[in-house]
């Protein structure tokens, strides 16, 4: 079975603060992506990476940078974390070959249990 | 930007009856997707209907697609306990030249016993 693992599931930090989520996926996807999941939101796309050292934006990628030095880790950083970015945030992967251009059929994503993230 | 919207927001019947989701997009797609997640949990992957399929069966899950109608709806039969959860379509769509999946806000599904 893919597995998608995020490090932490809850954490909490303080404004200002600087704050790594981890995602590691163990089946060699090319695609990773980062969501954000808000009530009455849904899921937004923050931004996702179809190859290594790749990164393309999604819909909300304002206060928040990504690194994928390897194929199996995207990161997503909070620089300064504020009290806004209060949330669950999810990591999925997908085995489709990137990039992701139209005309692809857009397949399964396979997610992580999520990190839930409480800024104070 | 809102590509799938899940209808009812919220859904309570009984165990046993069935469950029906329905699924509105606007813009053509080529694949459709339904998502369960549990409270709390990260999302898993439950069915994907292609724009060719007009109905697609899995287990107990049902699901049927009307690109002319631009809708998708998911049947559970026989629901149970466990199936107590929020569900979600996804569709492709072309975000800064890229095709990506964008998910709508899901219907809260709870079983009652």
């Known amino acids: 079975d893919v597995k998608v693992t995020q490090s932490s599931r809850y954490l909490v930090k303080r404004t200002g603060e600087k704050v790594f989520l981890e995602c590691v996926q163990d089946m060699d996807h090319e695609n990773m992506f980062w969501y954000r999941q808000d009530p009455g939101l849904g899921l937004r796309l923050i931004y996702f990476?179809?190859?290594?050292?790749?990164?393309e934006k999604g819909d909300i990628p304002e206060g928040y940078s990504v690194s994928r030095e390897k194929k199996e880790r995207f990161s997503l950083i909070l620089e300064s974390a504020s009290t806004n970015q209060t949330s669950m945030y999810l990591c999925?992967?997908?085995?489709?070959?990137?990039?992701?251009?139209?005309?692809?059929?857009?397949?399964?994503?396979?997610f992580g249990e999520g990190s839930r993230l409480t800024v104070l | 930007s809102q590509q799938g919207e899940e209808d009812p927001q919220a859904l309570s019947i009984q165990e046993g009856e069935n469950a029906t989701m329905n699924c509105s997009y606007k813009?053509?797609?080529?694949?459709l997707q339904w998502y369960r997640q549990n409270s709390g949990r990260g999302l898993v992957h439950l069915i994907l209907i292609r724009s060719n399929e007009r109905e697609k069966h899995s287990g107990r899950l049902r699901v049927t697609l009307d690109t002319s109608k631009k809708s998708s709806s998911l049947l559970i039969t026989a629901s149970r306990a466990a199936d107590t959860a929020s569900y979600f379509c996804?569709?492709?769509?072309?975000?800064?030249?890229?095709?990506?999946?964008?998910f709508g806000q899901g219907t809260r599904l709870t079983i009652n016993p």
């Open positions: 999925a992967s997908s085995p489709f070959r990137a990039p992701l251009r139209a005309g692809l059929n857009t397949g399964e994503l396979f």
């Open positions: 813009t053509s797609i080529n694949n």
């Open positions: 996804a569709t492709p769509a072309l975000i800064q030249g890229a095709q990506k999946l964008v």
């Open positions: 990476s179809y190859d290594v050292k790749m990164k």
